[in-house]
């Protein structure tokens, strides 16, 4: 069974804190992304990650860098939260064949 | 770049009535992968379809979609719709060697009693 996890689940943060937002998979794919989710505006692609060092920007990176030094970790780093990034945030990986596996989201508040 | 747009926020249906969620999409490559990803509440977004070749029709779970190029479209559809239904619809675009997707807006379908 194929497993995309996600921690923490919910999160509140002061705006200029730092917020470190954990991916995982078990499944050894090479590809993972991380989205974010707006109403009325989808799922806007932050960062991909091609497999381990090897990360490219998405479509809305400003404010945000990624890490990923396992092939089965990626890390989302916002550095000085801002209280536009309050979102709900999505990590998903890549099987052959363009199916993307989804986890089950981090809710980040920033006040 | 490429993009893709879902005309309808929010489409809310009785029971038993036929649902179609609109998708269009743009995008200079001539082979592009069109997806529905469907989001429950509560859950994660999952695969509901993948596109097949030009005007052939792919169904799972009693949705089909066809993805028609001379239209850039790739509708949803289902002919009689449940509550459990119920969900959020997006509508993605990929591209033969290009990692990178763009996710539609997304349409929410309410089935109503």
């Known amino acids: 069974d194929m497993k995309v996890t996600q921690m923490p689940r919910y999160l509140i943060k002061r705006m200029g804190e730092n917020v470190l937002l954990e991916c995982g998979q078990d499944m050894s794919h090479e590809t993972m992304y991380w989205y974010r989710q707006d109403p009325g505006l989808g799922l806007q692609l932050i960062y991909i990650?091609?497999?381990?060092?090897?990360?490219s920007e998405g479509d809305i990176p400003k404010g945000y860098r990624v890490s990923r030094k396992k092939r089965e970790h990626f890390s989302l780093i916002l550095d000085s939260a801002k209280t536009n990034q309050t979102s709900v945030y999505f990590c998903?990986?890549?099987?052959?064949?363009?199916?993307?596996?989804f986890g089950p989201g981090t809710r980040l508040t920033v006040l | 770049g490429d993009s893709v747009t879902q005309t309808e926020g929010l489409v809310t249906l009785t029971e038993g009535l036929p649902v179609m969620l609109n998708c269009t999409y743009q995008?200079?490559?001539?082979?592009?992968?069109l997806f529905w990803y469907v989001h429950y509440l509560n859950e994660s977004p999952r695969l509901l379809l993948k596109?097949?070749?030009?005007?052939k029709r792919t169904e799972h779970q009693g949705f089909h979609a066809t993805l028609h190029k001379s239209s850039s479209s790739f509708h949803l559809q289902k002919s009689s719709a449940q509550l459990s239904d119920s969900a959020l619809y997006y509508c993605?675009?990929?591209?033969?060697?290009?990692?990178?997707?763009?996710f539609g807006a997304g349409t929410r379908l309410k089935v109503i009693a």
């Open positions: 998903a990986s890549r099987v052959r064949g363009y199916e993307q596996y």
């Open positions: 596109s097949s070749t030009d005007n």
């Open positions: 995008t200079i490559y001539s082979n592009p992968f």
């Open positions: 993605a675009l990929s591209n033969t060697g290009n990692y990178k997707y763009v």
């Open positions: 990650s091609y497999d381990v060092d090897s990360n």
